[in-house]
């Protein structure tokens, strides 16, 4: 049973990897910002990526950005996002009317 | 001349300049911008033309100035632990977006959060003269620092904006699979498999407007 289940989730995350832009990355954001570990987290986050709809440039910029940042500060091993690698942390004079 | 007139040739003269369509988003710049579409993924060409051609309305009620231009990017694939690695990119039809008289940045700013709202949007470019960067405002939560530097757009940078109008764009400004089209085998059977067999093929130079990117200066990152 484990292994089918790894084999699905296998063949979705191909499925995600060759698909239409946007979604693979989206797929791994959505893992890592909810902490998406186990086969069975992973399996329901790559059905609601190919279910869900289109990915924009925005989304996809944000999303390529927070992967980057996790796996820079956090490292792939911590499922948490960065919180300190915001770039409001980094730099607090960016931008102070956004809250 | 009227001075509906003088904006309107004002507005032309700015979707051909590639130095203006720049200078909007420096340091320097007295107006907020932004760059924001109602395209959306999931819909045909036609029916995202058609919501774009909402938003522009949209935006002339609410007193903006705009003009079109092509959001661009490009996302890198790999397989078989990075031995093949292809690009998939994307673009939509958008809109430079600044007020036509004096308006508050917070103003601005919450006008344009309401039309990402009202459109279904993630979010959209923005630079106010009050920040130091240009930053991804979202529809819901913090905006994202995207960077303060912006220039022509080279191979390196993933995300930029094409404009329509104007001279053609340099060689320096395209990607490498658009020069030459992709070469590698194992590269185009991917991109036909994808429904992207128009990438194994040169791009068409006369189709593409000169482009800029906002990136991150040194020290940024």
């Known amino acids: ?10 063949l979705l995350e191909q499925r995600l990897n060759f698909g239409a832009f946007g979604k693979y990355d989206r797929y791994r954001c959505w893992c890592l910002e909810r902490n998406g570990k186990t086969v069975a987290e992973k399996l329901h986050i790559a059905r609601e990526v190919i279910d869900g709809p289109g990915v924009s440039l925005a989304e996809s910029q944000h999303n390529v950005e927070f992967i980057r940042k996790h796996s820079v500060v956090g490292g792939k091993a911590n499922g948490r996002p960065a919180k300190d690698a915001s770039p409001m942390n980094r730099n607090p004079e960016l931008h102070g009317t956004g809250s | 001349m009227k001075f509906a007139e003088w904006l309107a040739l004002d507005a032309m003269a700015a979707r051909r300049s590639f130095a203006r369509s720049v200078g909007k988003f420096q340091l320097q710049t007295t107006k907020p ?13 036609s029916d995202n033309r058609a919501a774009n051609a909402q938003l522009a309305n949209d935006l002339q009620q609410l007193n903006l100035g ?13 397989t078989l632990f990075g031995l093949v690695q292809w690009v998939v990119p994307s673009s939509e039809e958008s809109f430079v977006v600044q007020p036509r008289g004096a308006m508050p940045e917070q103003a601005f700013e919450a006008a344009i959060r309401n039309l990402l709202h009202n459109y279904g949007q993630f979010g959209a470019m923005m630079k106010l003269p009050s920040s130091l ?7 819901d939560g913090d905006p994202e620092g995207k960077g303060s530097e912006v220039g022509a757009r080279t191979s390196n940078d993933p995300y930029y904006s094409q404009l329509k109008s104007g001279p053609r764009a340099d060689a320096s400004m395209l990607s490498p699979w658009e020069i030459r089209g992709e070469l590698n085998p194992v590269k185009r059977a991917i991109n036909w498999w994808g429904g992207r067999s128009a990438m194994n093929q040169p791009a068409d130079r006369s189709k593409i407007g000169r482009r800029f990117s906002i990136r991150q200066a040194e020290g940024e990152a």
Request: glycine content about 6%; cysteine-free.
């Open chain 2, 133 to 139: 960067q240009a930053f991804l405002l979202k529809a």
């Open chain 2, 33 to 45: 911008v932004a760059i924001l579409t109602a395209f959306r993924g999931e819909r045909s060409l």
């Open chain 1, 1 to 10: 049973m484990n292994f089918i289940s790894w084999f699905r989730l296998f």
């Open chain 2, 66 to 78: 705009f003009y079109p231009v092509n959001g661009m990017g490009q996302e890198d694939h790999q």
